[in-house]
């Protein structure tokens, strides 16, 4: 439906919208305040329309054009109601489908037994059995191992349930999800875990070598450990370059036995060199010496604490314990080593000794401990959330099975969409030439449905010409003679006839009401017709601009049953926008019209130009009984003529208010118009006789003169017109 118009700097509108959510719109404007020009602006393909749902086929209206395109331009014949002031010919075109249908049937018989008898043909479709067959064997053969397994009912899930042509839809339907190496025995490896295995795994303690590494760093190993330089005998134990095999002799012999040589076994030694002994391994020396004994011990009780089978005994250790023996003893090889070097120092503390550095060996172990660690908390997590982990799992599983399968897949469908191309090719002008046959027939039963409508259509307008008191004339057959070389039935047409007079009076000999009538009932039969095969909203503009009152309530009565018409219990149509002029015969609409589905507008014409607003019923009723009085004063002299200047003052403050938007008041200060507006502002206990001596008749010529000056002629004269 329509949901809102905007007329925009069209004719006499600047910029006013028109909004409704009802089906029926009753529309109210005196003449020339733009009806016609917003009948004619209601169009499918107006861009300043806004629908709430634009499903409609078809905008039909009725107004002066409409009557001019179908009745004026084509005289006296006229075509049946439903093609609306076009010419067509059913039965010709009839003949000529027939004849297509006939054509083309034979047309698809041959193109069949050509096709039939094509070798290629079926060996195409056995091409295309075999190459899906294949496909479907490889994907149900999943199915079949996995029923094997002990893990299959988990893989399977729901799919175990499907018969085999689901299971192959079903797997084909599946995504592809990122699953980076992971692979289908990963997945059977954690399945199993899952199924059988609840237990949660601690995770590994990383090496911490910390005091090692405090052990190495001592300084002691870069310095030049020797004895007292002072000692006479400090030359002589330099040249051996083995202070400490010196220091055990003396240690080990001379300390205990005093002066026995440890070699020659006679008392050779002498308190003098046994003195300079002493002198050389003094205190500093010694405490070197201890210090780093007790580094090496320190560093060995760390070694000691090192145990693999902490390590070893974890099922994710001996999962990759090659990796884990590799790096491990890569670290225990380092640390062995620099225990060597410490005892060499100590055998040797004259030299430096740059210890080896530990820390890429132990940062390799650590990081595949924390590589393990980061397993053992993943594999905790899966068993924590078992149902979501299996879910995960069983579509990843899927996921690599259709990835491994994939460009079989597609080399298959390929094929296949190779095989279809030329399959369709050997059916294709088949296939159109069935769609071309289909379509003649849907229009040959088409054509021969509305052949029957009009047949309907002449006898409802006839019923209701006669209904209207016009039983002078109708509408009758009509068999066109210009018309040779054709068969009987396509002579066949309409036109109007008189009773009892010339049959060759064409539709310009009518008059206007009569013209208005049958166009009309032309229009309202056209809606019918037409509303059955689609969406249609219907315009109506003064359809009784010309029909005295006593056809003004039939008019009434045939728009309110044309919006009660019902294709089973939904509306016939969908919208409908009725205007008028006639206030008689808009009071009548509102009246018997379905006040729920209806909404009032008026449309205003001033100095702005036309405005649509919503309507005023009490003060357009006021409107006219004022007019009424001022003909009953100025034509029919009913009324006393004293009457006349409060007649007037409403009619103008009515004008001024209502249709120009204006301030009446501004008279006051017109040259032209101030004396008049004086006259309308005298009361009505104006003595008699001071009344008679006014010159009344020169107001009543400038009372009609400002509606000329307004460019409001045409409204003046529809007012005072009977």
Same mark, same amino acid.
């Given at each position: 439906?329509?949901?809102?118009?905007?007329? /925009? +700097? %069209?004719?006499?509108?600047? #910029?006013?919208?028109?909004?409704?959510? @009802?089906? =029926?719109?009753? *529309?109210?404007? $005196? !003449?020339?305040?733009?009806?016609?020009?917003?009948? /004619? +602006? %209601?169009?499918?393909?107006? #861009?300043?329309?806004?629908?709430?749902? @634009?499903? =409609?086929?078809? *905008?039909?209206? $009725? !107004?002066?054009?409409?009557?001019?395109?179908?009745?004026?331009?084509?005289?006296?014949?006229? #075509?049946?109601?439903?093609?609306?002031?076009?010419?067509?010919?059913? *039965?010709?075109?009839?003949?000529?489908?027939?004849?297509?249908?006939?054509?083309?049937?034979?047309?698809?018989?041959?193109?069949?037994?050509?096709?039939?008898?094509?070798?290629?043909?079926?060996?195409?479709?056995?091409?295309?059995?075999?190459?899906?067959?294949?496909?479907?064997?490889?994907?149900?053969?999943?199915?079949?191992?996995?029923?094997?397994?002990?893990?299959?009912?988990?893989?399977?899930?729901?799919?175990?349930?499907?018969?085999?042509?689901?299971?192959?839809?079903?797997?084909?339907?599946?995504?592809?999800?990122?699953?980076?190496?992971?692979?289908?025995?990963?997945?059977?490896?954690?399945?199993?875990?899952?199924?059988?295995?609840?237990?949660?795994?601690?995770?590994?303690?990383?090496?911490?070598?910390?005091?090692?590494?405090?052990?190495?760093?001592?300084?002691?190993?870069?310095?030049?450990?020797?004895?007292?330089?002072?000692?006479?005998?400090?030359?002589?134990?330099?040249?051996?370059?083995?202070?400490?095999?010196?220091?055990?002799?003396?240690?080990?012999?001379?300390?205990?036995?005093?002066?026995?040589?440890?070699?020659?076994?006679?008392?050779?030694?002498?308190?003098?060199?046994?003195?300079?002994?002493?002198?050389?391994?003094?205190?500093?020396?010694?405490?070197?010496?201890?210090?780093?004994?007790?580094?090496?011990?320190?560093?060995?009780?760390?070694?000691?604490?090192?145990?693999?089978?902490?390590?070893?005994?974890?099922?994710?250790?001996?999962?990759?314990?090659?990796?884990?023996?590799?790096?491990?003893?890569?670290?225990?090889?380092?640390?062995?080593?620099?225990?060597?070097?410490?005892?060499?120092?100590?055998?040797?503390?004259?030299?430096?000794?740059?210890?080896?550095?530990?820390?890429?060996?132990?940062?390799?172990?650590?990081?595949?401990?924390?590589?393990?660690?980061?397993?053992?908390?993943?594999?905790?997590?899966?068993?924590?959330?078992?149902?979501?982990?299996?879910?995960?799992?069983?579509?990843?599983?899927?996921?690599?099975k259709k990835t491994e399968l994939q460009q079989y897949i597609n080399d298959i469908n390929n094929e296949i969409k190779q095989l279809d191309k030329q399959?369709?090719?050997?059916?294709?002008?088949?296939?159109?030439?069935?769609?071309?046959?289909?379509?003649?027939?849907?229009?040959?039963?088409?054509?021969?449905?509305?052949?029957?409508?009009?047949?309907?259509?002449?006898?409802?307008?006839?019923?209701?010409?006669?209904?209207?008191?016009?039983?002078?004339?109708?509408?009758?057959?009509?068999?066109?003679?210009?018309?040779?070389?054709?068969?009987?039935?396509?002579?066949?047409?309409?036109?109007?006839?008189?009773?009892?007079?010339?049959?060759?009076?064409?539709?310009?000999?009518?008059?206007?009401?009569?013209?208005?009538?049958?166009?009309?009932?032309?229009?309202?039969?056209?809606?019918?017709?037409?509303?059955?095969?689609?969406?249609?909203?219907?315009?109506?503009?003064?359809?009784?601009?010309?029909?005295?009152?006593?056809?003004?309530?039939?008019?009434?009565?045939?728009?309110?049953?044309?919006?009660?018409?019902?294709?089973?219990?939904?509306?016939?149509?969908?919208?409908?926008?009725?205007?008028?002029?006639?206030?008689?015969?808009?009071?009548?609409?509102?009246?018997?019209?379905?006040?729920?589905?209806?909404?009032?507008?008026?449309?205003?014409?001033?100095?702005?130009?036309?405005?649509?607003?919503?309507?005023?019923?009490?003060?357009?009723?006021?409107?006219?009984?004022?007019?009424?009085?001022?003909?009953?004063?100025?034509?029919?002299?009913?009324?006393?003529?004293?009457?006349?200047?409060?007649?007037?003052?409403?009619?103008?403050?009515?004008?001024?208010?209502?249709?120009?938007?204006?301030?009446?008041?501004?008279?006051?200060?017109?040259?032209?118009?101030?004396?008049?507006?004086?006259?309308?502002?005298?009361?009505?206990?104006?003595?008699?006789?001071?009344?008679?001596?006014?010159?009344?008749?020169?107001?009543?010529?400038?009372?009609?003169?400002?509606?000329?000056?307004?460019?409001?002629?045409?409204?003046?004269?529809?007012?005072?017109?009977?």
């Open positions: 439906m329509i949901k809102s118009i905007t007329m /925009k +700097n %069209i004719g006499s509108y600047k #910029e006013t919208k028109l909004e409704t959510d @009802k089906r =029926i719109n009753l *529309i109210f404007g $005196f !003449n020339g305040t733009g009806k016609t020009l917003l009948s /004619k +602006n %209601i169009k499918i393909d107006n #861009e300043y329309i806004e629908w709430d749902e @634009k499903n =409609i086929d078809e *905008i039909i209206t $009725f !107004n002066t054009d409409y009557i001019l395109k179908n009745f004026y331009e084509v005289k006296e014949k006229f #075509e049946p109601v439903f093609y609306m002031g076009q010419n067509p010919n059913i *039965i010709e075109k009839n003949d000529t489908i027939k004849n297509k249908i006939n054509n083309i049937t034979e047309e698809i018989r041959q193109l069949e037994y050509n096709t039939n008898n094509e070798v290629n043909k079926s060996s195409l479709i056995i091409m295309k059995k075999n190459h899906q067959e294949k496909l479907e064997k490889l994907i149900w053969n999943i199915k079949v191992e996995l029923e094997k397994k002990d893990i299959g009912t988990i893989l399977l899930k729901d799919m175990n349930k499907k018969g085999k042509s689901l299971f192959l839809k079903s797997f084909l339907d599946k995504k592809i999800i990122q699953h980076n190496d992971v692979t289908s025995s990963d997945i059977y490896t954690k399945l199993y875990r899952l199924k059988n295995d609840t237990g949660i795994t601690p995770t590994l303690e990383y090496l911490n070598l910390d005091n090692i590494k405090k052990i190495i760093s001592n300084d002691i190993f870069n310095k030049i450990i020797v004895g007292n330089k002072n000692s006479k005998i400090s030359e002589y134990i330099e040249k051996l370059n083995n202070a400490e095999w010196v220091k055990q002799g003396y240690t080990a012999y001379i300390e205990k036995d005093n002066n026995i040589c440890p070699f020659c076994q006679k008392e050779t030694i002498t308190n003098e060199f046994i003195n300079s002994l002493k002198e050389y391994f003094d205190i500093s020396y010694n405490n070197d010496i201890n210090l780093l004994n007790k580094l090496l011990n320190n560093f060995d009780d760390e070694l000691n604490l090192l145990n693999k089978n902490n390590y070893i005994d974890n099922k994710y250790i001996q999962a990759e314990i090659k990796i884990f023996d590799e790096k491990y003893y890569s670290l225990i090889n380092k640390l062995n080593i620099i225990s060597r070097q410490i005892r060499e120092k100590i055998l040797k503390p004259n030299i430096e000794i740059n210890l080896e550095n530990i820390d890429n060996e132990l940062d390799q172990l650590n990081n595949f401990i924390n590589y393990i660690n980061k397993k053992i908390d993943n594999d905790n997590n899966e068993i924590n959330n078992q149902e979501a982990t299996k879910t995960y799992l069983v579509n990843i599983f899927w996921s690599i399959i369709i090719v050997c059916n294709n002008k088949i296939i159109e030439k069935n769609k071309e046959l289909t379509t003649l027939k849907k229009e040959y039963e088409e054509n021969l449905t509305k052949f029957k409508n009009v047949e309907e259509a002449k006898k409802n307008i006839n019923n209701q010409l006669k209904n209207m008191g016009f039983d002078y004339f109708y509408i009758d057959n009509y068999i066109d003679e210009t018309i040779i070389n054709s068969p009987e039935e396509d002579k066949h047409k309409y036109k109007l006839v008189r009773k009892d007079q010339n049959n060759n009076q064409d539709f310009h000999s009518f008059s206007e009401g009569e013209k208005m009538i049958i166009s009309f009932l032309y229009f309202i039969e056209k809606c019918k017709s037409a509303a059955k095969i689609k969406n249609i909203i219907v315009v109506i503009d003064d359809p009784i601009s010309s029909i005295s009152n006593n056809n003004l309530f039939e008019i009434a009565f045939i728009i309110r049953k044309l919006t009660e018409l019902k294709n089973q219990q939904t509306e016939l149509f969908k919208q409908f926008f009725i205007l008028t002029h006639n206030i008689y015969f808009f009071d009548e609409l509102k009246r018997t019209i379905n006040h729920d589905a209806s909404k009032l507008f008026q449309i205003y014409r001033t100095d702005k130009g036309s405005i649509i607003g919503s309507l005023n019923e009490k003060n357009l009723y006021k409107y006219l009984a004022f007019w009424q009085t001022y003909k009953e004063i100025t034509i029919k002299k009913n009324i006393n003529q004293i009457l006349l200047p409060n007649t007037m003052r409403n009619i103008l403050e009515f004008f001024y208010s209502i249709i120009l938007k204006d301030d009446f008041n501004k008279l006051k200060n017109d040259s032209k118009y101030s004396s008049l507006y004086r006259f309308v502002n005298k009361e009505t206990h104006f003595f008699t006789d001071e009344y008679e001596t006014l010159p009344v008749d020169k107001y009543i010529a400038l009372f009609e003169q400002l509606f000329k000056d307004k460019n409001y002629a045409h409204h003046f004269k529809a007012m005072i017109k009977e």
